[in-house]
Protein backbone atom coordinates (compact mmCIF):
# COMPACT_ATOMS: atom_id res chain seq x y z
CA UNK A 1 0.00 0.00 0.00
CA UNK A 2 1.09 3.09 -0.71
CA UNK A 3 2.51 5.52 1.90
CA UNK A 4 0.75 8.99 2.27
CA UNK A 5 1.62 12.53 4.05
CA UNK A 6 -0.94 15.08 5.70
CA UNK A 7 -3.34 16.22 3.15
CA UNK A 8 -2.59 14.20 0.79
CA UNK A 9 -5.41 11.81 -0.85
CA UNK A 10 -5.28 8.33 0.16
CA UNK A 11 -5.75 5.50 -2.27
CA UNK A 12 -9.22 3.98 -2.11
CA UNK A 13 -9.65 0.73 -2.88
CA UNK A 14 -12.79 -0.39 -4.63
CA UNK A 15 -14.89 -0.59 -1.88
CA UNK A 16 -14.79 -1.24 2.04
CA UNK A 17 -14.73 -4.90 1.57
CA UNK A 18 -12.26 -5.03 -0.53
CA UNK A 19 -9.89 -3.21 1.68
CA UNK A 20 -10.41 -5.52 4.85
CA UNK A 21 -10.06 -7.96 2.62
CA UNK A 22 -6.44 -6.79 1.38
CA UNK A 23 -5.93 -5.75 4.99
CA UNK A 24 -6.15 -9.18 5.69
CA UNK A 25 -3.85 -10.54 2.64
CA UNK A 26 -1.16 -8.00 3.85
CA UNK A 27 -0.79 -9.60 7.38
CA UNK A 28 0.26 -12.97 6.34
CA UNK A 29 -0.49 -16.82 6.19
CA UNK A 30 -0.66 -17.47 10.21
CA UNK A 31 0.40 -20.56 8.98
CA UNK A 32 3.58 -19.61 7.97
CA UNK A 33 6.05 -19.97 10.82
CA UNK A 34 9.08 -17.10 9.45
CA UNK A 35 5.95 -14.38 9.49
CA UNK A 36 5.94 -11.99 11.94
CA UNK A 37 2.34 -12.82 12.81
CA UNK A 38 2.67 -16.85 12.19
CA UNK A 39 1.29 -18.68 14.87
CA UNK A 40 4.21 -20.04 16.07
CA UNK A 41 5.88 -16.17 16.75
CA UNK A 42 2.82 -14.93 17.90
CA UNK A 43 3.05 -18.10 20.87
CA UNK A 44 6.78 -17.03 21.69
CA UNK A 45 5.86 -14.16 21.82
CA UNK A 46 3.28 -14.46 24.14
CA UNK A 47 5.07 -16.64 26.39
CA UNK A 48 7.76 -13.81 26.80
CA UNK A 49 5.26 -11.33 27.79
CA UNK A 50 5.81 -9.08 24.41
CA UNK A 51 4.53 -8.04 20.88
CA UNK A 52 5.47 -10.21 18.21
CA UNK A 53 8.92 -8.95 17.09
CA UNK A 54 8.74 -7.29 13.59
CA UNK A 55 4.19 -7.00 14.08
CA UNK A 56 4.42 -2.96 14.08
CA UNK A 57 6.44 -2.79 11.04
CA UNK A 58 4.42 -5.07 9.28
CA UNK A 59 1.00 -3.22 10.39
CA UNK A 60 2.67 0.18 8.86
CA UNK A 61 3.41 -1.76 5.98
CA UNK A 62 -0.60 -3.23 5.69
CA UNK A 63 -1.97 0.52 6.30
CA UNK A 64 -3.14 0.36 9.70
CA UNK A 65 -2.02 3.87 10.39
CA UNK A 66 -3.96 5.09 7.61
CA UNK A 67 -7.37 3.03 8.58
CA UNK A 68 -6.68 5.64 12.40
CA UNK A 69 -7.05 9.26 10.19
CA UNK A 70 -9.87 10.31 8.60
CA UNK A 71 -9.60 10.56 4.88
CA UNK A 72 -9.83 14.68 5.26
CA UNK A 73 -6.03 14.23 6.47
CA UNK A 74 -4.76 11.82 4.46
CA UNK A 75 -5.83 8.47 5.93
CA UNK A 76 -9.22 6.11 4.78
CA UNK A 77 -10.91 6.45 8.15
CA UNK A 78 -14.86 7.09 7.89
CA UNK A 79 -16.66 4.50 9.66
CA UNK A 80 -16.42 2.33 12.59
CA UNK A 81 -17.36 -0.78 11.31
CA UNK A 82 -15.17 -1.00 8.79
CA UNK A 83 -12.11 -0.14 10.94
CA UNK A 84 -13.40 -2.73 13.37
CA UNK A 85 -13.31 -5.21 10.37
CA UNK A 86 -9.73 -4.56 9.90
CA UNK A 87 -8.66 -4.62 13.62
CA UNK A 88 -10.42 -8.02 13.29
CA UNK A 89 -7.47 -9.22 11.38
CA UNK A 90 -4.99 -8.14 14.04
CA UNK A 91 -6.80 -9.79 16.75
CA UNK A 92 -7.23 -13.39 14.53
CA UNK A 93 -3.15 -13.38 15.03
CA UNK A 94 -2.89 -11.82 18.60
CA UNK A 95 -5.32 -9.90 20.73
CA UNK A 96 -3.23 -8.13 22.56
CA UNK A 97 -2.04 -6.69 19.31
CA UNK A 98 -5.36 -5.56 18.27
CA UNK A 99 -6.06 -3.79 21.81
CA UNK A 100 -2.25 -2.12 21.48
CA UNK A 101 -2.21 -0.83 18.42
CA UNK A 102 -5.23 -0.93 17.34
CA UNK A 103 -8.13 -0.09 19.96
CA UNK A 104 -5.68 1.71 21.88
CA UNK A 105 -4.31 4.17 19.17
CA UNK A 106 -8.35 4.64 17.89
CA UNK A 107 -9.05 5.51 21.05
CA UNK A 108 -6.01 8.18 20.97
CA UNK A 109 -6.64 9.70 17.62
CA UNK A 110 -10.42 9.86 18.14
CA UNK A 111 -9.77 12.69 21.36
CA UNK A 112 -8.32 14.38 18.74
CA UNK A 113 -9.82 14.29 15.49
CA UNK A 114 -13.29 16.10 16.43
CA UNK A 115 -12.04 18.35 19.26
CA UNK A 116 -8.65 19.30 18.53
CA UNK A 117 -6.72 22.55 16.61
CA UNK A 118 -5.45 21.91 13.14
CA UNK A 119 -2.14 21.66 14.07
CA UNK A 120 -3.21 18.94 16.11
CA UNK A 121 -4.42 17.36 13.61
CA UNK A 122 -1.85 17.33 11.33
CA UNK A 123 0.82 16.76 13.83
CA UNK A 124 -0.97 13.68 14.45
CA UNK A 125 -1.95 12.44 11.00
CA UNK A 126 1.34 12.98 10.14
CA UNK A 127 2.94 10.70 12.67
CA UNK A 128 0.44 7.67 11.96
CA UNK A 129 1.03 7.72 8.55
CA UNK A 130 4.41 7.65 8.55
CA UNK A 131 4.26 4.56 11.04
CA UNK A 132 4.38 6.24 14.22
CA UNK A 133 2.46 5.34 17.29
CA UNK A 134 0.27 7.28 20.00
CA UNK A 135 -0.85 6.01 22.95
CA UNK A 136 -3.93 6.75 25.54
CA UNK A 137 -3.42 6.95 29.20
CA UNK A 138 -6.96 5.09 30.38
CA UNK A 139 -8.96 8.20 32.15
CA UNK A 140 -9.98 7.21 35.66
CA UNK A 141 -13.09 8.66 36.77
CA UNK A 142 -12.72 8.04 40.39
CA UNK A 143 -11.01 10.60 42.75
CA UNK A 144 -8.26 8.24 43.53
CA UNK A 145 -7.87 4.51 43.61
CA UNK A 146 -6.13 4.07 46.75
CA UNK A 147 -4.81 0.34 45.59
CA UNK A 148 -3.24 0.88 42.88
CA UNK A 149 -2.19 4.24 43.92
CA UNK A 150 -3.54 5.49 40.31
CA UNK A 151 -4.05 9.46 39.98
CA UNK A 152 -2.96 11.81 37.26
CA UNK A 153 -3.59 15.81 37.56
CA UNK A 154 -2.99 17.73 34.66
CA UNK A 155 -2.55 21.78 36.19
CA UNK A 156 -1.88 25.11 34.59
CA UNK A 157 2.08 26.11 34.18
CA UNK A 158 1.44 30.25 34.35
CA UNK A 159 5.15 30.72 34.77
CA UNK A 160 5.80 28.88 31.22
CA UNK A 161 2.28 29.69 29.44
CA UNK A 162 1.26 25.81 29.60
CA UNK A 163 0.38 23.02 31.54
CA UNK A 164 2.00 20.12 34.01
CA UNK A 165 1.36 16.64 34.06
CA UNK A 166 1.60 15.03 38.04
CA UNK A 167 0.84 11.35 38.83
CA UNK A 168 0.83 7.75 37.45
CA UNK A 169 -1.49 5.22 35.96
CA UNK A 170 -0.41 1.35 36.51
CA UNK A 171 -1.84 0.68 33.04
CA UNK A 172 -0.77 2.50 29.92
CA UNK A 173 -1.00 0.23 26.70
CA UNK A 174 2.20 0.44 24.37
CA UNK A 175 3.37 3.37 26.46
CA UNK A 176 6.89 2.39 26.06
CA UNK A 177 7.03 2.98 22.41
CA UNK A 178 4.75 5.51 21.81
CA UNK A 179 5.63 8.78 20.19
CA UNK A 180 2.69 11.17 21.41
CA UNK A 181 0.27 10.43 24.37
CA UNK A 182 -3.09 11.88 25.18
CA UNK A 183 -4.10 12.10 28.89
CA UNK A 184 -7.40 13.24 30.03
CA UNK A 185 -7.56 13.56 33.79
CA UNK A 186 -8.52 16.09 36.33
CA UNK A 187 -7.87 19.57 35.76
CA UNK A 188 -9.24 21.43 39.02
CA UNK A 189 -10.82 21.48 42.50
CA UNK A 190 -14.47 20.38 41.30
CA UNK A 191 -14.64 16.26 40.15
CA UNK A 192 -15.80 17.46 36.95
CA UNK A 193 -13.34 19.53 35.85
CA UNK A 194 -11.36 17.34 33.39
CA UNK A 195 -8.65 18.46 30.51
CA UNK A 196 -7.63 16.27 27.82
CA UNK A 197 -3.81 16.85 26.06
CA UNK A 198 -1.89 15.69 23.41
CA UNK A 199 1.76 15.19 24.50
CA UNK A 200 5.07 14.54 23.29
CA UNK A 201 5.94 11.15 24.81
CA UNK A 202 9.30 10.92 23.28
CA UNK A 203 10.39 14.22 24.19
CA UNK A 204 9.22 13.62 28.02
CA UNK A 205 10.79 10.22 28.29
CA UNK A 206 14.22 11.85 27.41
CA UNK A 207 13.72 14.49 29.73
CA UNK A 208 12.65 12.05 32.32
CA UNK A 209 9.41 13.72 33.02
CA UNK A 210 7.89 10.45 32.06
CA UNK A 211 9.04 7.26 33.41
CA UNK A 212 7.54 3.94 32.54
CA UNK A 213 6.99 1.93 35.18
CA UNK A 214 5.55 -1.87 35.48
CA UNK A 215 6.47 -4.83 33.40
CA UNK A 216 5.08 -7.24 35.34
CA UNK A 217 3.66 -10.61 33.47
CA UNK A 218 -0.54 -11.14 33.62
CA UNK A 219 -2.79 -13.71 33.10
CA UNK A 220 -4.37 -12.30 29.95
CA UNK A 221 -2.92 -9.85 27.21
CA UNK A 222 0.17 -10.60 28.66
CA UNK A 223 2.56 -8.14 26.48
CA UNK A 224 -0.34 -5.56 27.33
CA UNK A 225 -1.20 -5.19 30.78
CA UNK A 226 2.27 -5.13 32.47
CA UNK A 227 3.53 -1.33 31.89
CA UNK A 228 2.50 1.76 33.74
CA UNK A 229 3.90 5.24 33.89
CA UNK A 230 4.84 8.16 36.02
CA UNK A 231 4.02 11.70 35.30
CA UNK A 232 6.78 13.84 36.83
CA UNK A 233 5.76 17.25 36.33
CA UNK A 234 5.45 16.54 32.98
CA UNK A 235 5.91 19.97 30.86
CA UNK A 236 3.65 21.12 27.84
CA UNK A 237 2.86 24.01 26.07
CA UNK A 238 -0.71 25.35 25.94
CA UNK A 239 -1.00 24.59 22.80
CA UNK A 240 -1.01 20.91 23.93
CA UNK A 241 -4.39 21.42 24.77
CA UNK A 242 -7.63 19.41 23.11
CA UNK A 243 -9.95 21.84 22.93
CA UNK A 244 -11.00 23.85 25.72
CA UNK A 245 -9.55 23.84 29.21
CA UNK A 246 -12.22 21.74 31.22
CA UNK A 247 -13.77 20.49 28.47
CA UNK A 248 -11.62 16.66 28.35
CA UNK A 249 -14.69 15.16 30.52
CA UNK A 250 -17.50 15.81 27.59
CA UNK A 251 -14.32 14.60 25.63
CA UNK A 252 -13.99 11.08 27.15
CA UNK A 253 -17.62 10.43 27.45
CA UNK A 254 -18.07 11.24 23.89
CA UNK A 255 -15.54 9.21 22.93
CA UNK A 256 -15.71 5.90 25.25
CA UNK A 257 -19.14 4.26 23.05
CA UNK A 258 -17.07 4.46 19.97
CA UNK A 259 -14.35 2.47 21.83
CA UNK A 260 -16.39 0.14 23.23
CA UNK A 261 -18.25 -0.69 20.12
CA UNK A 262 -14.85 -1.20 18.19
CA UNK A 263 -13.49 -3.25 20.77
CA UNK A 264 -16.52 -5.07 21.46
CA UNK A 265 -16.71 -5.84 17.49
CA UNK A 266 -12.90 -6.99 17.55
CA UNK A 267 -12.91 -9.37 20.05
CA UNK A 268 -14.90 -11.32 17.09
CA UNK A 269 -11.49 -11.95 15.13
CA UNK A 270 -10.11 -13.93 18.27
CA UNK A 271 -13.13 -15.85 18.64
CA UNK A 272 -13.16 -16.57 14.94
CA UNK A 273 -9.68 -17.95 15.04
CA UNK A 274 -10.37 -19.76 18.40
CA UNK A 275 -12.84 -22.00 16.57
CA UNK A 276 -10.61 -22.42 13.47
CA UNK A 277 -8.09 -23.23 15.64
CA UNK A 278 -10.68 -26.29 17.75
CA UNK A 279 -12.35 -27.34 13.88
CA UNK A 280 -8.68 -27.70 12.59
CA UNK A 281 -7.18 -29.74 15.45
CA UNK A 282 -10.68 -31.68 15.41
CA UNK A 283 -10.08 -32.68 11.89
CA UNK A 284 -6.86 -33.57 11.84
CA UNK A 285 -7.11 -35.74 15.08
CA UNK A 286 -10.28 -37.44 13.34
CA UNK A 287 -12.97 -36.19 15.61
CA UNK A 288 -15.40 -34.81 13.18
CA UNK A 289 -15.74 -37.81 10.99
CA UNK A 290 -16.63 -40.23 13.93
CA UNK A 291 -20.42 -41.59 13.64
CA UNK A 292 -22.47 -42.20 16.98
CA UNK A 293 -23.38 -39.50 19.78
CA UNK A 294 -19.91 -38.34 20.15
CA UNK A 295 -19.46 -37.15 16.84
CA UNK A 296 -22.56 -35.59 16.71
CA UNK A 297 -22.43 -33.70 20.05
CA UNK A 298 -19.00 -32.31 18.65
CA UNK A 299 -20.10 -31.24 15.63
CA UNK A 300 -23.03 -29.74 17.58
CA UNK A 301 -20.47 -27.73 19.61
CA UNK A 302 -19.08 -26.03 16.46
CA UNK A 303 -22.80 -25.27 14.92
CA UNK A 304 -23.48 -23.36 18.05
CA UNK A 305 -19.88 -21.87 18.35
CA UNK A 306 -21.31 -20.56 14.64
CA UNK A 307 -23.98 -19.21 16.33
CA UNK A 308 -22.68 -17.65 18.80
CA UNK A 309 -20.11 -15.57 16.51
CA UNK A 310 -23.22 -14.98 14.31
CA UNK A 311 -25.32 -13.07 17.22
CA UNK A 312 -22.24 -11.13 19.28
CA UNK A 313 -21.19 -10.17 15.51
CA UNK A 314 -25.10 -8.71 14.65
CA UNK A 315 -24.89 -6.80 17.90
CA UNK A 316 -21.26 -5.20 17.21
CA UNK A 317 -22.56 -4.48 14.02
CA UNK A 318 -25.13 -2.50 15.21
CA UNK A 319 -23.30 -0.61 18.31
CA UNK A 320 -20.90 0.27 15.39
CA UNK A 321 -23.24 1.72 13.14
CA UNK A 322 -25.57 2.94 15.50
CA UNK A 323 -22.94 5.40 16.50
CA UNK A 324 -23.31 7.39 12.86
CA UNK A 325 -26.89 6.49 12.36
CA UNK A 326 -28.15 6.69 16.15
CA UNK A 327 -25.49 8.80 17.78
CA UNK A 328 -28.76 9.34 20.89
CA UNK A 329 -29.56 5.66 21.21
CA UNK A 330 -25.78 4.83 20.43
CA UNK A 331 -23.84 4.63 23.92
CA UNK A 332 -26.63 1.98 24.82
CA UNK A 333 -26.00 -0.63 22.10
CA UNK A 334 -22.24 -0.10 22.18
CA UNK A 335 -22.29 -0.99 26.00
CA UNK A 336 -24.15 -4.17 25.59
CA UNK A 337 -22.26 -5.00 22.98
CA UNK A 338 -18.52 -4.24 24.79
CA UNK A 339 -20.16 -6.56 27.89
CA UNK A 340 -21.92 -9.41 26.38
CA UNK A 341 -20.08 -10.23 22.75
CA UNK A 342 -16.60 -10.93 25.73
CA UNK A 343 -18.73 -12.55 27.87
CA UNK A 344 -20.36 -15.36 25.34
CA UNK A 345 -17.64 -15.66 23.49
CA UNK A 346 -15.71 -16.58 26.43
CA UNK A 347 -18.49 -18.83 27.25
CA UNK A 348 -18.09 -20.44 23.60
CA UNK A 349 -14.31 -20.85 23.72
CA UNK A 350 -14.86 -22.94 27.08
CA UNK A 351 -17.54 -24.91 25.69
CA UNK A 352 -14.95 -25.89 22.99
CA UNK A 353 -12.28 -26.33 24.73
CA UNK A 354 -13.02 -29.38 25.33
CA UNK A 355 -12.26 -30.58 21.73
CA UNK A 356 -8.36 -30.51 23.57
CA UNK A 357 -8.99 -32.75 26.59
CA UNK A 358 -6.35 -32.79 28.97
CA UNK A 359 -4.05 -31.90 26.39
CA UNK A 360 -5.10 -28.27 26.07
CA UNK A 361 -2.64 -26.90 28.31
CA UNK A 362 0.17 -29.08 27.47
CA UNK A 363 3.31 -27.94 25.43
CA UNK A 364 2.82 -27.10 22.28
CA UNK A 365 5.05 -24.80 19.59
CA UNK A 366 2.08 -23.45 17.72
CA UNK A 367 3.12 -25.14 14.42
CA UNK A 368 2.15 -28.45 12.85
CA UNK A 369 -1.16 -30.21 11.29
CA UNK A 370 -2.59 -31.16 14.81
CA UNK A 371 -1.03 -28.37 16.61
CA UNK A 372 -3.07 -25.62 18.48
CA UNK A 373 -3.13 -25.76 22.06
CA UNK A 374 -0.82 -23.01 23.07
CA UNK A 375 -2.93 -20.92 20.52
CA UNK A 376 -6.01 -21.81 21.67
CA UNK A 377 -5.47 -21.66 25.22
CA UNK A 378 -3.92 -18.06 25.11
CA UNK A 379 -7.29 -16.84 22.91
CA UNK A 380 -9.27 -18.63 25.72
CA UNK A 381 -7.02 -16.60 28.23
CA UNK A 382 -7.10 -12.88 25.84
CA UNK A 383 -10.70 -12.94 25.25
CA UNK A 384 -11.90 -11.44 28.91
CA UNK A 385 -9.10 -9.50 29.08
CA UNK A 386 -10.62 -7.71 25.85
CA UNK A 387 -13.91 -6.76 27.95
CA UNK A 388 -11.50 -4.05 30.41
CA UNK A 389 -11.54 -5.99 33.38
CA UNK A 390 -13.74 -5.18 36.53
CA UNK A 391 -14.97 -1.66 34.47
CA UNK A 392 -15.54 -2.76 30.96
CA UNK A 393 -17.79 -5.71 32.35
CA UNK A 394 -20.13 -3.33 34.28
CA UNK A 395 -20.56 -0.53 31.81
CA UNK A 396 -23.68 -1.94 30.36
CA UNK A 397 -25.55 -1.89 33.99
CA UNK A 398 -23.97 1.93 34.62
CA UNK A 399 -25.70 2.82 32.10
CA UNK A 400 -28.97 0.93 31.60
CA UNK A 401 -30.06 0.04 35.11
CA UNK A 402 -31.05 3.94 35.61
CA UNK A 403 -32.64 4.04 32.04
CA UNK A 404 -34.98 1.08 32.62
CA UNK A 405 -37.95 2.69 34.02
CA UNK A 406 -37.95 5.21 31.67
CA UNK A 407 -37.10 2.98 28.84
CA UNK A 408 -40.52 0.60 30.13
CA UNK A 409 -42.38 3.54 30.08
CA UNK A 410 -41.60 5.51 26.76
CA UNK A 411 -39.45 2.61 24.34
CA UNK A 412 -40.36 -0.79 24.48
CA UNK A 413 -43.61 -2.15 22.48
CA UNK A 414 -44.06 1.83 21.78
CA UNK A 415 -40.98 3.16 20.03
CA UNK A 416 -40.54 2.56 15.54
CA UNK A 417 -37.68 0.00 15.00
CA UNK A 418 -34.33 1.45 13.92
CA UNK A 419 -33.76 2.64 10.33
CA UNK A 420 -32.08 -0.24 8.14
CA UNK A 421 -29.26 1.33 7.47
CA UNK A 422 -28.12 0.60 10.99
CA UNK A 423 -27.97 -3.53 9.80
CA UNK A 424 -27.21 -3.65 6.36
CA UNK A 425 -23.30 -4.18 6.84
CA UNK A 426 -21.90 -2.94 3.54
CA UNK A 427 -24.49 0.40 2.86
CA UNK A 428 -23.17 4.00 3.96
CA UNK A 429 -23.33 5.74 6.41
CA UNK A 430 -23.30 9.69 7.53
CA UNK A 431 -19.74 10.98 9.07
CA UNK A 432 -19.02 10.46 12.51
CA UNK A 433 -19.78 13.26 14.70
CA UNK A 434 -19.11 13.68 18.17
CA UNK A 435 -21.85 11.88 20.52
CA UNK A 436 -23.73 13.22 22.95
CA UNK A 437 -22.87 12.96 26.60
CA UNK A 438 -26.22 12.20 27.73
CA UNK A 439 -28.28 10.36 25.33
CA UNK A 440 -32.24 10.47 25.21
CA UNK A 441 -33.69 6.73 26.66
CA UNK A 442 -34.88 5.32 23.73
CA UNK A 443 -34.24 1.92 22.18
CA UNK A 444 -35.68 1.46 18.41
CA UNK A 445 -33.45 -2.27 18.53
CA UNK A 446 -35.73 -4.52 20.67
CA UNK A 447 -38.44 -3.03 18.34
CA UNK A 448 -37.46 -5.67 15.75
CA UNK A 449 -38.41 -8.69 17.78
CA UNK A 450 -42.29 -7.13 17.87
CA UNK A 451 -43.25 -7.49 13.76
CA UNK A 452 -42.74 -10.85 12.64
CA UNK A 453 -43.51 -10.22 9.60
CA UNK A 454 -43.08 -12.35 6.40
CA UNK A 455 -40.43 -14.60 8.96
CA UNK A 456 -40.75 -18.31 8.40
CA UNK A 457 -43.07 -20.34 10.90
CA UNK A 458 -40.21 -21.22 12.79
CA UNK A 459 -38.64 -17.85 13.05
CA UNK A 460 -41.69 -16.18 13.32
CA UNK A 461 -42.24 -18.82 16.87
CA UNK A 462 -39.08 -17.51 18.33
CA UNK A 463 -39.41 -14.32 18.05
CA UNK A 464 -43.39 -14.03 19.12
CA UNK A 465 -41.37 -16.07 22.48
CA UNK A 466 -38.63 -13.49 22.54
CA UNK A 467 -41.36 -10.16 22.06
CA UNK A 468 -43.44 -11.64 25.36
CA UNK A 469 -40.14 -11.93 26.89
CA UNK A 470 -39.60 -8.26 26.41
CA UNK A 471 -43.37 -7.19 27.64
CA UNK A 472 -42.50 -9.23 30.88
CA UNK A 473 -39.49 -6.81 31.34
CA UNK A 474 -41.81 -4.03 30.55
CA UNK A 475 -44.47 -4.90 33.48
CA UNK A 476 -41.29 -5.90 35.60
CA UNK A 477 -39.66 -2.45 35.39
CA UNK A 478 -43.13 -0.55 35.50
CA UNK A 479 -44.15 -2.76 38.69
CA UNK A 480 -41.09 -0.93 40.46
CA UNK A 481 -38.54 -3.79 40.28
CA UNK A 482 -35.85 -1.64 38.20
CA UNK A 483 -35.41 0.91 41.03
CA UNK A 484 -31.45 0.97 41.10
CA UNK A 485 -31.45 0.14 44.58
CA UNK A 486 -33.03 -3.50 44.42
CA UNK A 487 -30.89 -6.00 43.25
CA UNK A 488 -32.88 -7.28 41.02
CA UNK A 489 -32.36 -4.53 38.57
CA UNK A 490 -29.03 -5.85 37.45
CA UNK A 491 -30.92 -9.51 36.67
CA UNK A 492 -33.35 -7.29 34.88
CA UNK A 493 -30.52 -5.70 32.63
CA UNK A 494 -28.91 -8.95 32.22
CA UNK A 495 -32.38 -10.35 30.31
CA UNK A 496 -32.43 -6.76 28.40
CA UNK A 497 -28.85 -7.24 27.20
CA UNK A 498 -29.94 -10.55 25.44
CA UNK A 499 -33.15 -9.25 24.33
CA UNK A 500 -31.10 -5.92 22.27
CA UNK A 501 -28.76 -8.79 20.78
CA UNK A 502 -32.08 -10.58 19.51
CA UNK A 503 -33.22 -7.22 18.19
CA UNK A 504 -29.95 -7.24 16.31
CA UNK A 505 -30.16 -10.68 14.90
CA UNK A 506 -33.97 -9.99 13.86
CA UNK A 507 -33.04 -6.54 11.93
CA UNK A 508 -29.65 -8.01 10.15
CA UNK A 509 -31.98 -11.08 9.20
CA UNK A 510 -34.42 -8.47 8.26
CA UNK A 511 -32.65 -5.67 6.23
CA UNK A 512 -29.22 -7.56 5.78
CA UNK A 513 -30.71 -9.96 2.88
CA UNK A 514 -30.03 -7.67 0.24
CA UNK A 515 -26.54 -7.65 0.57
CA UNK A 516 -23.64 -9.93 -1.26
CA UNK A 517 -24.10 -12.96 1.85
CA UNK A 518 -25.99 -15.93 0.94
CA UNK A 519 -25.96 -17.33 4.50
CA UNK A 520 -28.01 -14.30 5.43
CA UNK A 521 -31.03 -15.23 2.86
CA UNK A 522 -31.31 -18.00 4.73
CA UNK A 523 -33.53 -18.16 8.56
CA UNK A 524 -31.60 -21.41 9.86
CA UNK A 525 -28.77 -19.13 10.79
CA UNK A 526 -31.29 -16.41 12.70
CA UNK A 527 -33.51 -19.60 13.88
CA UNK A 528 -29.55 -20.55 15.22
CA UNK A 529 -28.93 -17.48 17.07
CA UNK A 530 -32.11 -16.65 18.36
CA UNK A 531 -32.64 -20.44 19.91
CA UNK A 532 -29.26 -19.80 21.87
CA UNK A 533 -30.42 -16.82 23.24
CA UNK A 534 -33.72 -18.28 24.58
CA UNK A 535 -31.71 -20.86 26.30
CA UNK A 536 -29.67 -17.98 27.89
CA UNK A 537 -32.91 -16.49 29.08
CA UNK A 538 -34.29 -19.69 30.28
CA UNK A 539 -37.62 -20.07 27.74
CA UNK A 540 -38.50 -22.86 26.21
CA UNK A 541 -36.87 -23.53 22.38
CA UNK A 542 -39.41 -25.24 20.33
CA UNK A 543 -38.93 -28.46 18.99
CA UNK A 544 -39.19 -27.04 15.68
CA UNK A 545 -36.08 -25.16 15.96
CA UNK A 546 -33.22 -27.98 15.94
CA UNK A 547 -34.69 -28.69 12.65
CA UNK A 548 -32.39 -26.24 11.04
CA UNK A 549 -29.03 -27.14 13.08
CA UNK A 550 -27.51 -28.89 10.54
CA UNK A 551 -27.63 -26.54 7.83
CA UNK A 552 -25.64 -24.04 10.32
CA UNK A 553 -23.32 -27.00 11.39
CA UNK A 554 -22.65 -27.92 7.48
CA UNK A 555 -22.25 -23.88 7.07
CA UNK A 556 -19.16 -24.02 9.41
CA UNK A 557 -17.55 -26.97 8.67
CA UNK A 558 -17.76 -25.70 4.74
CA UNK A 559 -16.44 -22.43 6.18
CA UNK A 560 -13.45 -23.89 8.15
CA UNK A 561 -12.57 -25.83 5.43
CA UNK A 562 -12.55 -23.11 2.77
CA UNK A 563 -10.69 -20.67 5.30
CA UNK A 564 -13.60 -18.33 5.20
CA UNK A 565 -14.49 -15.82 8.48
CA UNK A 566 -17.25 -17.18 10.81
CA UNK A 567 -18.97 -14.13 10.93
CA UNK A 568 -21.67 -12.57 9.36
CA UNK A 569 -18.95 -11.28 6.22
CA UNK A 570 -17.85 -14.94 5.41
CA UNK A 571 -14.37 -13.45 4.33
CA UNK A 572 -11.57 -15.51 2.60
CA UNK A 573 -8.81 -15.72 5.22
CA UNK A 574 -5.08 -15.78 4.25
CA UNK A 575 -4.44 -18.85 6.24
Not at 20 to 45: I, M, N, Q, S, Y
Not at 118 to 126: A, T, V
Not at 481 to 503: H, I, K, V
Request: hydrophobic share 45%; glycine share 12%.
Amino acid sequence: MTRTGPGAAAPVRAGDDARVGAFEVALGDPGDPTGPLGRAPVVAADRAARLPEGAAALLHEAGLGAELVPRAYGGRFHRTDVLAGVLRSIARRDAALGLGLGVGQFAAAVHVWPAGSRPQRDELSGLLLRGGRIAMAPPEFAQANGLTRNRVRISRDPGHHGVRVFGQKAVIPCVDGAEALVVCADSGERRSEWSAVLLDAEAARERGELVVTGHRPAAGLRALTTAGARFEGLRAPASALIGEPGSGLAQALSVIPLVHGVRASMALGTADAALHTAVRFAVADGQVDRSGPRGRRLRGRFADAFADLLLCDCLALVATRAAHALPEEAALYTAAAATLVPRVLGETLHDLSVVFGGRLFGADTGQGARAGHALFEKHLRDLPALSGGHAGASVFHTIVVPRLPVLAERAWLRQAPAPAMVFRPGEDLPALAPLPVTGRAGDGLTAALTDAGDAPEDLAALLGLLAKELGGLRDACLQGRAESADPRAFALADRYMLLLAAGAVAGVWRHGRGADAPLLADPSWAVACLARICGRLGLPVPEAARRHRPAVEGEALDRAARRRSFDLYGMALAG
